[in-house]
C-alpha cells in the first residue's frame, strides 16, 4: 500500500506543465477530465481526445506506440480508467515499448460519476503495481519539485515509462475539445500521416 502524503497539486496546471514540452509527441488523453485538461492547454491535431472507452486509453497509447516506434507517445488516463484498464500495465511490461509514457492523473476519485473514492484513496499503488508489471522507469508524483524532477521521464528517458501524478479533487471549468469522433480520427490521422492517412 502507498504512503499517504498531502495532496497539491492542481491537475490542470500538470496537464500543462506536461504538455509545453510535447513537441510532436502523440497525446492520448482519459475520456472526461485528462480530456478537458488537454483542452484547456491548447487544441492540438496529435492529441486523441477520449470521448468515452473507459480503461482503454492505455492500450490505445501501446497501439500508437507499437505503430509509430519513432514517436514519443504519452497516455494520460485518470486512476479510474487506469483501474479499469489494470491488465493493460501487464501487456505494456511485455511487449517493452521504448517510446511510451503512462502519466496516470490521479485525483483518487471517479470524476465521471459523482466523485467516489477510488482504489488509490485506499492505499492501491498504481506506481507499484506498473513496476510489478515490467515497466523500465517509475515514479509518483506528488509536489512541484516532483514533478519537475520527473519532466525528463515524459520526453527523454527510455520507456516504457509509468508516473503516477496525484493531483486535488479542486474543480475547474469543462473546456471540450471538438466532439465529432470521425473528424478528431481524420484529423488525427492526417496530422500523423499527412497524404499517406488517405491511402
Do not use: C
Not at 6 to 19: G, H, P, T
Not at 172 to 192: E, I, Y
Amino acid at each position: 500500500m502507498a504512503t499517504k502524503s498531502k495532496i497539491v497539486l492542481e491537475r490542470r496546471k500538470v496537464v500543462a506543465r506536461i504538455l509545453k514540452d510535447r513537441g510532436t509527441a502523440l497525446v492520448v488523453p482519459g475520456l472526461g477530465a485528462p480530456t478537458w485538461d488537454t483542452a484547456a492547454a491548447g487544441d492540438h491535431p496529435l492529441t486523441f481526445q477520449m470521448w468515452g472507452a473507459m480503461g482503454g486509453t492505455a492500450m490505445i497509447a501501446l497501439g500508437l506506440a507499437l505503430a509509430q516506434p519513432k514517436r514519443r507517445v504519452l497516455a494520460l488516463p485518470g486512476d479510474g480508467d487506469m483501474l479499469m484498464g489494470l491488465g493493460s500495465l501487464a501487456t505494456i511490461g511485455t511487449q517493452g515499448p521504448s517510446n511510451l509514457v503512462v502519466a496516470v492523473i490521479d485525483n483518487e476519485r471517479y470524476g465521471e460519476t459523482g466523485m467516489q473514492e477510488t482504489h488509490t484513496a485506499l492505499g492501491v499503488d498504481l506506481e507499484g503495481i506498473a513496476r510489478a508489471a515490467g515497466f523500465r522507469q517509475t515514479a509518483t508524483v506528488y509536489t512541484e519539485k516532483d514533478l519537475e524532477a520527473a519532466m525528463p521521464l515524459f520526453y527523454e528517458v527510455k520507456g516504457p515509462v509509468f508516473v503516477n501524478i496525484k493531483v486535488t479533487t479542486n474543480p475547474v471549468p469543462n473546456v471540450l475539445p471538438p466532439r465529432d469522433g470521425a473528424w478528431l480520427k481524420h484529423r488525427f490521422r492526417q496530422a500523423l500521416l499527412g497524404d499517406k492517412a488517405f491511402e
